[in-house]
């Protein structure tokens, strides 16, 4: 098994130095618990994680634990839709045909599964012997980005000179005579750190067998994006495009700046493996000298979308590691390459956001 | 305004340039309240305000409408203490209880009838004497444990200039006693490293009320950090602590057993009656710096607590000489507000990054000062 974690590891400065200096850690960095507190946000749990070394991060923990503000310095990263992040008892699963997830979608982690992701139709579901509803209909990129998470922990753990920063929580999609999925997830950042580590481990708590699909839409905003910025990663081959790519023509690899009557441009690619078995691609703006690195493990994500929404106003990239192709549900169950879970049976996810410096 | 439009990130952007690139002002600026949810803070209301330049801000509502946590770029400029953000219903007033729950932060107001040391003054003016003969006044007074009434905030556009903002109303009132409002209205720019306040403080009694106020400003690492320097406009500087004030003003690291020490400054303002006062970090590049009307404001201490754990600098314009209240009214310079009757103030705070804003903002300073460039000492 190959670790996300153990490369790029800054030392911070050691604990008795910074407690000399500061009364409260959270002078320096922390994770602290708030509740937002107006608008369409209202109510909605976040941690809100400052390293100390530059990188701040909101964990949205009623939207599944998914990372919503990410900043770096004086440049913000995630990118934020003019949804707003809303509160999931606000989402409407089905409503426009499912396509009713873009009214809730924003962020630099949105997370798509359990059981469904990519577009959204209508599947089998007798593995759920309950003859009423033989089919099940799903809505695009499923269900879990808009369920709260059981918050079962979160704080600042010193280990001698080294102090990460966490928090940990379920987030569990069941419904009677259907799925019981639970995904466990653990975030993670060094004090003095740059880099967000997020491990998830998803599990079947029923006892039918169960499809799993799973998929991090994980979305760059500006000014990290904007013209000149470049999508570095070791593209063996394009599997596959949308048609807007031969229409439009922008490019995937060097970005202009925000497009008027953009059509969004898709991308799946083949990519090449680093040696030690990761996969990493990156965001980089080298003229503010700063990148954004999605580091992953290709084994339990197989497929990699590219996603340019350039558009004014909604102006955005997605890196989205997946586990499955852009066919989607239907074909993954004939090609089989569907996941299917028995009781007990888990899958695990590790990955790493990292921010640098040029 | 073509010249005020929001420069961000080394470009000035018109309202519809910035709004190309965001889905939402708040990718980049915006206001956000939110409620603490855990430990002694839980229910207390915050603020978050972000400028887009890094600069980031909170503002405490119901812990008087003050400022937190202040930061440039995830690098702290304020200092907090081990006591952290504690909700006002912890709030002990009672003489040296104001330590119990003072959180530090950037901005923490301390009045708004009584501030500096513990004091027993008459209650002759509330005309209740079989009740309270006289009145006892715990450090600071009870402003900064007072929780606000929110009365607005959000982000305005003014043309290509948008505006963060937000005003509230905190009221120090008890029955046959003193009945003040501080309203406040705190702004920042989009595109800017810094923030003001603008206080009114109203005696909306019916009978006399004395009025202290001072803004106790504290800076902590990393902008606070051996080598870093004081920087202000002092015609003359004393201390009652006996200590050296000659190079008070170059900070030493965290010392073990520190005892604390305040100076006092013989202020020098601008011609426009601004007082500029700054702690520079040249070995970072970052600094913090206070501007206030001397007109308004006519005293200033410096607070040196440079201890372990306990590693603050406290920035502090006021009403009143260090001294605290019996010398204020020994010296006839206790102020008294009658029924109506209004004070204002004004406080700019903002970060400085890069040697040339530290320079500059040294170099206006250094302007103000007797030819010689030292300043009497004692």
Redesign the interface.
């Given at each position: 098994v190959t670790t996300a974690s153990t490369s790029n590891r800054q030392p911070g400065p050691g604990r008795q130095v910074l407690?000399?200096?500061?009364?409260?850690l959270?002078?320096?960095g922390g994770v602290?618990?708030?509740?937002?507190?107006?608008g369409s946000e209202r109510g909605i749990?976040?941690l809100e994680f400052?390293?100390?070394?530059?990188?701040?991060f909101d964990v949205l923990v009623d939207r599944a634990m998914d990372l919503g503000l990410a900043?770096f310095?004086?440049?913000?990263v995630?990118?934020?839709?003019?949804?707003?992040f809303r509160h999931p008892g606000l989402h409407e699963q089905h409503d426009e045909d499912g396509l009713s997830w873009l009214r809730s979608m924003?962020g630099l982690v949105v997370t798509a599964g359990l059981d469904h992701i990519l577009f959204g139709g209508e599947v089998d579901s007798e593995q759920y012997h309950y003859p009423p509803r033989g089919r099940v209909r799903h809505g695009l990129h499923g269900r879990v980005a808009n369920i709260p998470a059981r918050l079962t922990g979160y704080g600042e753990q010193w280990d001698g000179d080294r102090c990460v920063l966490w928090a940990e929580g379920e987030v569990h999609q069941a419904a009677i005579f259907a799925e019981n999925l639970v995904l466990h997830r653990r975030i993670e950042a060094d004090l003095g750190g740059t880099e967000i580590r997020l491990t998830d481990r998803v599990r079947n708590a029923g006892f039918d067998v169960t499809p799993h699909m799973f998929l991090y839409h994980v979305n760059a905003?500006?000014?990290l994006l904007?013209e000149g910025s470049t999508f570095d990663a070791p593209i063996a081959r394009t599997l596959w495009e949308s048609d807007s790519v031969a229409e439009q023509g922008v490019s995937h690899l060097v970005f202009p700046?925000?497009q008027p009557g953009f059509a969004e441009q898709v991308y799946e690619h083949a990519l090449t493996p680093d040696p030690d078995g990761r996969q990493r691609v990156r965001l980089v703006n080298a003229a503010?000298g700063r990148a954004f690195e999605l580091d992953y493990d290709p084994a339990a994500f197989p497929a990699f979308f590219e996603w340019l929404n350039l558009r004014?106003?909604?102006?955005?990239v997605g890196l989205e590691p997946s586990t499955h192709h852009v066919a989607g549900d239907a074909a993954a169950r004939e090609d089989g390459s569907m996941i299917w879970l028995a009781h007990g049976e888990e899958r695990h996810y590790e990955t790493v956001f990292r921010f640098t410096r040029a | 305004m073509a010249n005020n439009m929001p420069e961000l990130f080394g470009t000035g952007y018109p309202r519809a340039g910035l709004l190309r690139r965001v889905g939402r002002l708040e990718q980049v600026a915006g206001v956000r309240l939110v409620t603490l949810g855990d430990g002694q803070g839980r229910g207390v209301r915050v603020l978050e305000f972000r400028t887009g330049t890094g600069f980031a801000f909170e503002v405490l509502i119901d812990r008087c409408f003050d400022v937190g946590r202040c930061e440039l770029a995830g690098q702290p400029l304020s200092w907090l203490s081990g006591a952290g953000v504690t909700g006002p219903w912890y709030y002990e007033p009672d003489d040296w209880g104001w330590f119990r729950a003072w959180g530090g932060g950037m901005v923490v107001t301390c009045g708004l009838d009584h501030t500096l040391g513990p004091a027993e003054d008459t209650a002759a003016h509330f005309s209740q004497p079989h009740i309270q003969p006289s009145v006892r006044y715990g450090l600071h007074g009870r402003a900064g444990g007072l929780p606000a009434r929110l009365a607005g905030y959000g982000e305005r556009w003014e043309g290509d200039e948008c505006v963060l903002w937000a005003e509230g109303e905190v009221l120090q009132s008890a029955v046959f006693a003193e009945q003040l409002v501080l309203r406040r209205r705190i702004e920042a720019r989009v595109g800017a490293s810094r923030f003001t306040i603008h206080d009114v403080v109203e005696n909306t009694g019916h009978t006399p009320a004395s009025h202290m106020f001072l803004y106790h400003c504290n800076a902590g690492f990393p902008v606070l950090d051996e080598g870093a320097e004081l920087v202000v406009p002092s015609r003359r500087t004393s201390t009652d602590y006996g200590v050296p004030v000659d190079g008070y003003q170059m900070m030493s690291g965290p010392v073990r057993g520190a005892t604390e020490a305040c100076f006092e400054h013989e202020l020098i303002a601008e011609p426009e009656g601004t007082v500029p006062v700054g702690l520079l970090n040249r070995a970072r590049g970052l600094g913090v710096y206070q501007v206030f009307r001397i007109g308004q404001l006519p005293h200033h201490t410096v607070w040196r607590m440079l201890g372990e754990g306990t590693y603050a600098l406290g920035l502090e314009p006021g009403t009143n000489r260090d001294a605290g209240r019996a010398d204020a009214r020994e010296r006839g310079e206790l102020q008294w507000l009658e029924p109506g009757e209004t004070r204002q103030y004004d406080l700019e705070i903002g970060a400085l990054q890069g040697t040339a804003a530290l320079d500059e903002f040294g170099n206006r300073v250094s302007r103000l000062l007797p030819t010689g460039d030292t300043a009497d000492r004692r």
């Open positions: 407690e000399r200096v500061t009364g409260d959270a002078a320096a602290r618990a708030v509740v937002l507190d107006d749990r976040v400052r390293t100390g070394g530059g990188l701040r900043e310095d004086d440049l913000s995630g990118w934020r839709s003019a949804t707003g924003s905003g500006w000014p904007e700046g925000p503010r004014e106003g909604s102006y955005a | -």
